[in-house]
């Protein structure tokens, strides 16, 4: 679906996880004919900065093929400069239309960055880079009181989406003039449903 609307690109993307979770998988473009398609360039009509949970596998979650989204996946969904240049590519090169930083329920890199600020228990070796980038959200969520899990996961998600606006000029200047927007998603791993908790530059509601 490529050089869709940015919110017809949410709904493409919350119809295919309905279909998932009810088990009414289309399994779109994922034949012969559409490798060889896609064989000269891509056009995905979304990507997706999620998390590197093995359980967090966009293709399968969003019922969508090969060549429809494009996927960055980072533990904890964290942001650093290659990330950033690769979602920037993927809006301003590949034409994405919609940027979806999914996070889920029982996030490692989360838990491990709560553990660090609430009990000081630091992480080993380049994992410790990881937590750093996500304590501020643990901050934040301390700040505003919150100490359900849930609560501190979705913060977490929409720091993410609003980081993305305020680091990449590229990005906010997209979403501002409507081409592209930015959401947030949290996945529920045992029920298999994407939940929006972020929106800029597209309605709310989904």
Not at 109 to 138: C, N
Not at 161 to 176: I, N, P
Not at 186 to 195: F, H, K, N, P, T
């Amino acid at each position: 679906m490529p050089r869709t609307s940015p919110s017809a690109a949410l709904d493409a993307l919350l119809a295919g996880n309905r279909r998932f979770v009810t088990g009414s998988q289309e399994h779109p473009n994922q034949d012969a004919a559409r490798r060889a398609e896609l064989a000269p360039g891509q056009e995905p009509f979304a990507v997706i900065l999620g998390c590197s949970d093995s359980r967090l596998a966009a293709e399968i979650i969003f019922d969508q093929g090969l060549g429809d989204l494009f996927v960055v996946r980072t533990a904890g969904h964290v942001l650093g400069s290659e990330v950033l240049g690769s979602v920037e590519y993927a809006t301003s090169v590949l034409g994405c239309r919609l940027v979806v930083v999914l996070g889920h329920d029982s996030c490692g890199a989360v838990a491990a960055a709560r553990a660090a600020v609430e009990d000081g228990l630091s992480a080993p070796g380049f994992v410790r880079d990881v937590v750093e980038r996500v304590t501020p959200s643990i901050l934040a969520a301390r700040a505003a009181g919150l100490t359900d899990d849930s609560d501190i996961i979705d913060g977490h998600i929409r720091h993410t989406a609003d980081l993305l606006m305020d680091r990449s000029r590229v990005l906010s200047e997209q979403v501002e003039t409507g081409e592209v927007a930015i959401v947030g998603l949290a996945y529920q791993l045992a029920e298999g449903s994407a939940r929006l908790v972020a929106a800029h530059g597209v309605d709310a509601t989904g």
